[in-house]
DNA sequence: GTCTGCTGCTGAAACGATTCAACCGCGGTG
DNA sequence: CACCGCGGTTGAATCGTTTCAGCAGCAGAC
C-alpha cells in the first residue's frame, strides 16, 4: 500500500466559481450550459474556456433538485448474464439516448428482496421512470409505485388487464413457427420436447406447437416433458428416444429453448444411424450464441430483443408525455433456419410471413 | 391505448409536509430517518406511521446535494452479457449492500464512447466511487477523474505503476495450473491453443503452460495458434490435429479458453479412434456455464469473481478512508477437474497447494 | 430557590443548479 | 428628444434535505 503525498482533496467547482472566474453571473454559466443560443458567442465561449480550465462537472444532485425529476431511466432485469436481457438493456441504453437520457442497470437476479432495494433506490432516485422485469407476482408492489407516481413499463410479462403497459413476445407464435417449419420440410412424427409445464413460456410454446400441428392432416405431436430446461435434460430425453426402433422414432423435434435442443443434440451424435437434419429435424429456442455453433448448427427462434428494448423507452414516453396511457404490444418471434432442420438451405425462408396474421 | 381519468399528478410528499402532519419540525424528521437513537420513541413511531401515511419517500437529489456524495457506486463493465462480469458484479452489490451502498451497473461494451458517457454520468451524479474494466488504455481518462477527485479502483487489469488500486486475476498461474494437471495425469505431449498472442491474458495463459513444460524433464510444449476464441476456431484447431498419425498426436491439450475446447471437443467426438480423456486429456480456461455440460464434462480454470468483486468494493472503501492509498491485488485462479482431464477422479485434487509460492 | 446537566426538540442556514422577473444599453422610430 | 423593442445579462428565490447552535423543560444537587 502506497502512500502518495496526499494531493488536496479539491471540492469539486461549482457554477459559482465559474462564474466568478468568468466575471458572469450564475444565471449566465447555466445558461452556457442549458440553453447555449441565448448567450452572445464571444461570452459563451469564455465561459466555456473556464470551464474546461478549472474541471467544472455539474453537479447532478442540484440540477435534479431543482428540475424535480432526473435523465435517469432505471431498467430492473431478472437476469443480467441471460442474453435475452443485456440485449434488451443495450437497444434500451440506445433509445434512451437519442432523447438524451441515461439507463441504469439494476439487476434483481430473480430475487424479491433485491429487486425492492432496486425499487426504492430508483424511487428515491426520482428517475424519470421504470423498466421492470418483475420477480413473481408484482401487483401489489406496482400499484404502490402508481400510487406515488413512479411511471412503470413491464417488460416480458403480459398482464391480463390493460393496467400496465408492457412489451411481451408471443410465445404460442413462436412454437406455432417452429413446428410448422418442420411440417413444410415434410416432417410429420413431430415431438415437443419441455421443460416443467408450469413455466407459462413452456406451455404457450406447446400450445403454439399444437396448433401447427393441427393445421396439418397427417401430422402427429408426441409431448416429451423434462424436469428442467438444462443441456443434462436434453441428453437424457435424447437418450430415451434413440432407443427406439425406427417405427416410432420421431423426425422432427421442437424443443423448448435450446439448451434442450443442445443436449438432444450431443445424445445423438453418439449414435452414428440417426442424421441431422436428414433423419431427424431440429429446432430449438432462444437463438443463444451456441446455437449456431453447434456440431450441426441449430435451428432456433428468436426474440425481437432490440426491438422490445427500443419499444419498451417508446412506450415510456408515451405515459410520461400523455399520463394515464397505456399500451401493450407483444412481438412475433422470428425462424432462423440452420443445419440442424433444413435439409436445402437455399430454400429456407428468412422470416415467415405467414404468422402476420396471428399478431 | 386506455385513456384513464387522470389521477392528481400529485407531487411527491416533502419532508416538511410530513413534519406538518406529525406536529413536529423537519430537524425531527430527518433525525427520524438518519438517526432514529435522538428521537423519544413515542415521537419517533408518531413520525413513522405519518410517514406510511403519507407515502413520503425521500429525495435523494436533496440529500446528495446536502451531504456532497451519493451512496451508489458505479460500476462499468466491458460486456454485461459475460458470466465473468455478472458474477463479480453481483457480489460487488451484495458487498456494497453490507455497508448500505448501491451499485448501479453500467455496460460499456468494448465501446470507449459508450464508457465516457457513463463515466460522466456518474462523475454528475457525484457517486462514491468507481468500479471500471476499462476499453483499451484508459491512461488519459483515469488522470483527469483522479485529479477531479473520483476515487477509481481497477477491474480485471494489471497496471505496471502502482498508481490505481486493483484487482485482477493471475493468467500466468492458470496457465501453470491447467499444464501441471495434465503433467500430473502422466501426459507428456501437450498442446496450447490459444487465440491472437496480442490478447494479454491469451499470452499469459501461454506463459504460465511454458513455465510447467519447463519444470517436467520430457515433457514438450506445442503451440497452436488460431485467430480467434470462438468455437470454431477449436473445432478448426480439432480437425486439423486429428488428421495426424497416433505419433504426433499430443496427449494433453490446454486451450486458451472453454470455447476453443468445446470446439476441438466436437471435432474430436466425430472421431472414434481417439477418446477423451483416454487417449487425449483436455482442459480449458473460464469455466463457463456450459463447460460442465458438454459431452465429456470439460475440466477448467475458474476464476475467483466473487472474490474479485468484494475485494474490488473493499478497495474503493480503503482509499475512501484513506486517500492515496493504493493496493494491487492479484488472484490465482482455481483448478476444476471433470471428465475431460480426470482418468481416476477420485484422486483428482480440488485445489492445488502448491501454487501458493508463486504468488 | 437557584444552578447544573442533560435529553429532546426546534428552526434557520447551507448545499449547487435552474428559473424568471427585472434591468441595461443600444439602435431605430415617430 | 422621448420612447419602444429587444437581445443579453443579472441576481434573488427556489427545490428538499441535513446539520447544528440554541432553547425548553425537567431532574437532581446544593
Redesign the pocket.
Known amino acids: 500500500m502506497a502512500q502518495f503525498p496526499s494531493l488536496p482533496p479539491r471540492?469539486?467547482?461549482?457554477?459559482?466559481e465559474?462564474?466568478l472566474r468568468a466575471?458572469?453571473?450564475?444565471?449566465?454559466?447555466?445558461?452556457v450550459?442549458?440553453?447555449p443560443?441565448?448567450?452572445?458567442p464571444?461570452?459563451?465561449d469564455a465561459v466555456l474556456r473556464v470551464i474546461e480550465e478549472l474541471g467544472?462537472?455539474?453537479?447532478d444532485?442540484?440540477?435534479q433538485?431543482?428540475?424535480?425529476s432526473s435523465r435517469t431511466i432505471g431498467l430492473i432485469v431478472l437476469d443480467a448474464g441471460n442474453p435475452f436481457f443485456t440485449d434488451l438493456a443495450r437497444a434500451a441504453e440506445d433509445e434512451a439516448a437519442r432523447q438524451g437520457n441515461l439507463v441504469m442497470l439494476g439487476n434483481s437476479g430473480h430475487d424479491a428482496a433485491r429487486e425492492a432495494r432496486y425499487i426504492d433506490a430508483f424511487e428515491e432516485q426520482r428517475v424519470l421512470g421504470l423498466l421492470l422485469s418483475p420477480v413473481g407476482d408484482p401487483n401489489e408492489r406496482l400499484e404502490v409505485l402508481r400510487a406515488r407516481g413512479v411511471t412503470t413499463v413491464l417488460v416480458d410479462r403480459l398482464e391480463d388487464a390493460d393496467r400496465y403497459s408492457s412489451v411481451a413476445v408471443d410465445d404460442v407464435a413462436g412454437g406455432y413457427l417452429a413446428v410448422r417449419h418442420l411440417l413444410e420440410q415434410g416432417r410429420r412424427r413431430i415431438a415437443f420436447i419441455g421443460g416443467p409445464a408450469s413455466i407459462r413460456q413452456v406451455a404457450d410454446r406447446r400450445r403454439g406447437a399444437e396448433a401447427a400441428v393441427a393445421e396439418c392432416s397427417g401430422a402427429s405431436l408426441e409431448v416429451v416433458e423434462q424436469d428442467a430446461l438444462t443441456v443434462l435434460q436434453g441428453r437424457a430425453a435424447g437418450d430415451q428416444l434413440s432407443g427406439r426402433s425406427r417405427r416410432l422414432m420421431p423426425d422432427g423435434i421442437f424443443c423448448a429453448n435450446d439448451l434442450l435442443a443442445l443436449g438432444v443434440l450431443q445424445a445423438l451424435a453418439m449414435l452414428r444411424s440417426l442424421r441431422v437434419p436428414d433423419d431427424l429435424a431440429l429446432v430449438g429456442y432462444d437463438d443463444i450464441g451456441f446455437a449456431a455453433s453447434a456440431v450441426v448448427p441449430l435451428s432456433s427462434i428468436r426474440q425481437p430483443t432490440e426491438l422490445m428494448g427500443r419499444t419498451a423507452i417508446e412506450l415510456l414516453n408515451e405515459e410520461l408525455a400523455s399520463p394515464g396511457s397505456r399500451r401493450q404490444v407483444i412481438f412475433p418471434p422470428e425462424l432462423v433456419v440452420r443445419g440442424s432442420s433444413a435439409t436445402d438451405l437455399d430454400r429456407a425462408p428468412e422470416t415467415d410471413g405467414l404468422l402476420t396474421g396471428r399478431k
Open positions: 471540492r469539486p467547482v461549482s457554477i459559482k465559474v462564474a466575471n458572469v453571473a450564475v444565471g449566465t454559466v447555466s445558461n450550459l442549458n440553453h443560443e441565448r448567450v452572445a464571444a461570452k459563451r467544472f462537472v455539474r453537479n444532485a442540484a440540477r433538485l431543482r428540475a424535480g
